[in-house]
Structures are given as C-alpha cells and as structure tokens.
C-alpha cells in the first residue's frame, strides 16, 4: 500500500477546529496507524453501509443521502480492490481515509455518515468482522491439515515406530496413532475457535464514543445486517475491551504450540540419527558450506514464529492490564499483533498442509528403532500378570532380563526359551508373542490404544467427524 500524502488539504483532520496549529510531522507519522489498518477496509465500508441503512431506516438522514453514500463506498470499495485508492498519512487511519474520499466523491452526503457513530465502535467493530472471517478461514485451513494427517496415517497403521518418554525409547506405537494424536490438538483447537468466535461475534456499534447516542438508532437491525449474533450490551465495555483479540491469540498461541511440537519431532525424525522420514526438497533448503546438509527449515521456522505469537498473546495481554475505561488509543496498539498472529497461524497451517503429503516414511528405520530400545519390556511384564504373578514383582523380574540382555548386546525377544525360564518359571513358548513388536501393537485394542484395528476405527470416526 502507498501510505504517500495526498497535498495537504486546508483543514486537514475532521477534529482539526479545536486546535491552533497543525499536528508536527513526527507526531504524525507516531500517531497513525494507516500504514496497517488499511486492511480493515473492506470490513470498514461494510459496517458503514449497515450503519448508513440503519440511519435512514430510522430517519435519521434521507433516502438520497444514503443513496449517495452507498454509491461512494462502493466506489471506494473498487478503487480500494484495484490499488488505486490514494491512502494518506495526512488522514491517520483507516476510517477517515474513507470518509474523506466519500466527502470528495458525494459531497455533504458523504459528512452524514458519522452522524451517531465515534470511530471507537467503528473500530471495534470492524476488528470483530475482521477477526470472525480470519477464524472461519483459520477453522478451514485446521480442517485441511487434519485431511492431510489422515491421509498420511491411513496408510501407516501397520507401521511401527518406537513410542518415547524423556526422548528414550519407550513402547511400540503406530506411526497412524503417532499422527493421531495431533489430529485430535488440532480438533481442540478448532473447537477452541468456534468457541471464541461467539465472544467476537458481538455489535460495538451504537455505543459511540462511550456512552451511546442521543439518536434514535437501531442497533438490532445494524447487528442483523452485519450477521452478528447480537449487541455489546454495555457501551463502554464496547468500545474498550479487545479480550475477544486477546482470546483468539490465546487459543492461536495454543494452535502454534501444537505445531511447533510437530515441527519438533518432525525435525528429530528427519535427523540422520533417527532417519524415520525424510521430507520432499520442495520444503527443505540446504547449506551454503556444507555441501551435504538438507535442512527441514519450514518446520523449524514454524516452531521458530511459536515464539512470535506467543509474544502478541502477552502484547494484548499487557496491551490491556492498566487502562481505565473506556477507549484510550492504547487500543490502536492491538492490530499489528493482531494481523501479524492471524496471518502467522494462517501461512504456517498452509505450508504444514502441503508439507506433510511430501513426507516419505522409512518403516525399517522405525522398525529397527523400536526393536533397540526393549520397548516390549512392559509387555513382558504384563504377560507374567496373566501367569499370576502380582505387577510389581513382575516389574522386577523383567528388570533382570533386560540387565541380562544388556550385558549380551541382544533384545528380549533374541533370548531363547531356555534363558528366559532362567528369570521365572511362568514362562512357556506362548511369551514370544507378546515380546514382538507387532504383538505389543496388537494387544492395546481399547479405545485411544495404537492396535492396528482401533487406530483404522479412529481414523474413520475422523474422517465423518470432519465431514
Ligand atoms: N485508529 C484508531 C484505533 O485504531 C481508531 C479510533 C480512534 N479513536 C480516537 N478516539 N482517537 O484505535
């Protein structure tokens, strides 16, 4: 956008009476916030048509006037849409830029519009419809990368992979159930978002400055119009309180903890030292001096701007904490956060979902991981439970077999029969079912457990649900 002066008009700003002399240069440029909320146009120009029909439904301006007004703002609408709107810094923000070229385009007409309005519930409004189509976009783009973690996992059920705790090799786990479980922050997440839009979806619009307005305006019928769920019922808390933003950023700063978590072990498995996967050289950059490096850097960068929204979080938080009521331009303060949180969540949803279709998984690699590390220890132990023995001694005897096998270089299931009754008499030919890899998957078929079958019945539940 070209934030370039327009030549200075006589009387610049429309609160310019009061004062005897022109705003400095410096204090100008401090003051305005054109430079960004100019992408709150198009949200602008929609509550002031709503707004606009309100007052000449109520008779508060004439027909014509509207007329005029609806034909200038859908001008400026396409000039605005074409790059041709001339933005001025002269103007500060976003809503006297329109304003004043409506006045330019249809004259007195054009000076009506503000009747019973204050830019304070012009802007809170325009942030709620704003911020309502950025989460229906967001709750798409969730739903898209969930579709993409589905059609990964469909075709890894059998998969195994070494399920960790404190990073060391734990139990056998699915590389499906592995992705599910991202599936379902993600659904939280989502879910956190509908929830939040209800708080959004609120109408500032008639509180005016703060107290409301001496005109007999129709606050029902502008929230209508603008497919809001109904009105801010206090108008100072209308035009003062941004915890609907604040709300949002909690649940996005929640949403890119999840992602940074995948990143994170999306990186670990790309490493040499796992090897589990390895992701498509579209998504990956490499090393400007060593030749041989492949670098996951869009997942490291998505862990990387985790830390940015996280900052706009306790921006708007701080933003909040000491202000008295009702509007102070602290408030002008929550939009680059706020942008910048939405457009964050947004790119970062969209690369992810491109991303994980290009990942190519090596199942021996996991395999072979899952059967170093003694991951059916737990079900060794389990297996002499079913024999009679109480858990805690059986805890114990699996402990010495592992030390055993520890000192031979060699997993539980390399021991022969033998060996194994050496650690406890319970112990016949049916234990090697349960010291596979594939057994140990098998035998946790509840429900939320890694058995090939429960996960393919997760999956389906998945896949209607998103529907
Ligand atoms: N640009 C201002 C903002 O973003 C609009 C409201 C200005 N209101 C005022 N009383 N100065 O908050």
């Not at 401090?30 to 960004?36: D, I, L, P, R, Y």
């Not at 605005?80 to 002269?90: A, E, H, K, P, Q």
């Not at 090596?362 to 003694?374: D, I, L, N, T």
């Not at 509840?446 to 896949?463: E, L, N």
Request: aromatic share 6%; proline share 4%.
């Amino acid at each position: 956008m070209s934030a370039q002066n327009k030549a200075p008009a006589p009387e610049i700003k429309p609160w310019s009476g009061r004062f005897s002399e022109p705003v400095s240069d410096l204090v100008k440029r401090f003051t305005a916030s054109v430079g960004f909320d100019y992408r709150l146009a198009e949200f602008d120009i929609e509550g002031s048509i709503a707004h606009a029909r309100m007052l000449s439904a109520t008779g508060i301006i004439g027909a014509e006037d509207l007329a005029s007004i609806e034909r200038g703002l859908a001008q400026i609408l396409s000039e605005i849409r074409s790059g041709t709107f001339n933005w001025s810094l002269d103007l500060e923000d976003v809503h006297l830029n329109i304003e004043r070229r409506l006045t330019d385009l249809v004259g007195d007409a054009g000076k009506r519009l503000h009747t019973a309005r204050s830019r304070n519930d012009q802007v809170a409004t325009d942030i709620r419809l704003y911020l309502r189509a950025a989460i229906d976009h967001i709750i798409g783009q969730i739903c898209a990368l969930q579709t993409a973690l589905l059609d990964l996992a469909d075709k890894h059920t059998d998969t195994v992979m070494p399920g960790f705790t404190h990073l060391q090799v734990a139990q056998p786990v699915s590389f499906a159930h592995h992705l599910m479980a991202y599936y379902e922050m993600l659904t939280r997440d989502a879910q956190r978002l509908v929830d939040c839009r209800k708080r959004v979806n609120r109408l500032p619009l008639g509180a005016a400055a703060l107290a409301g307005t001496s005109y007999p305006i129709d606050r029902q019928m502008v929230a209508k119009a603008l497919e809001f769920d109904g009105v801010c019922e206090n108008s100072l808390d209308a035009v003062s309180d941004r915890d609907f933003a604040i709300e949002f950023c909690a649940a996005a700063a929640l949403l890119m903890t999840h992602l940074s978590r995948l990143s994170e072990e999306l990186i670990l498995w790309m490493s040499p030292r796992f090897g589990f996967i390895d992701i498509a050289d579209r998504f990956c950059t490499g090393s400007s001096i060593m030749p041989q490096k492949k670098n996951p850097d869009v997942a490291e960068l998505v862990r990387g701007k985790t830390g940015r929204v996280n900052g706009h979080l306790v921006a708007l938080l701080t933003l909040m904490k000491g202000q008295p009521l009702a509007y102070n331009k602290d408030n002008q303060e929550d939009k680059e956060p706020l942008l910048d949180t939405v457009d964050t969540v947004s790119n970062s949803l969209a690369v992810f979902t491109e991303m994980i279709p290009g990942i190519t998984v090596h199942k021996e690699a996991m395999r072979v991981a899952a059967a170093q590390g003694f991951a059916t220890a737990t079900d060794l132990a389990d297996y002499l439970v079913r024999k009679g023995m109480p858990f805690r001694e059986a805890h114990e005897v699996v402990a010495q077999a592992v030390r055993f096998c520890e000192t031979r270089q060699c997993d539980l299931a390399d021991l022969t029969l033998p060996e194994l009754q050496q650690f406890s008499g319970l112990i016949d030919q049916s234990v090697y079912a349960s010291l596979t890899l594939d057994g140990a998957l098998t035998a946790r078929s509840h429900i939320g457990g890694t058995a090939p079958a429960r996960v393919k019945s997760a999956i389906a539940k998945a896949r209607k649900a998103l529907k």
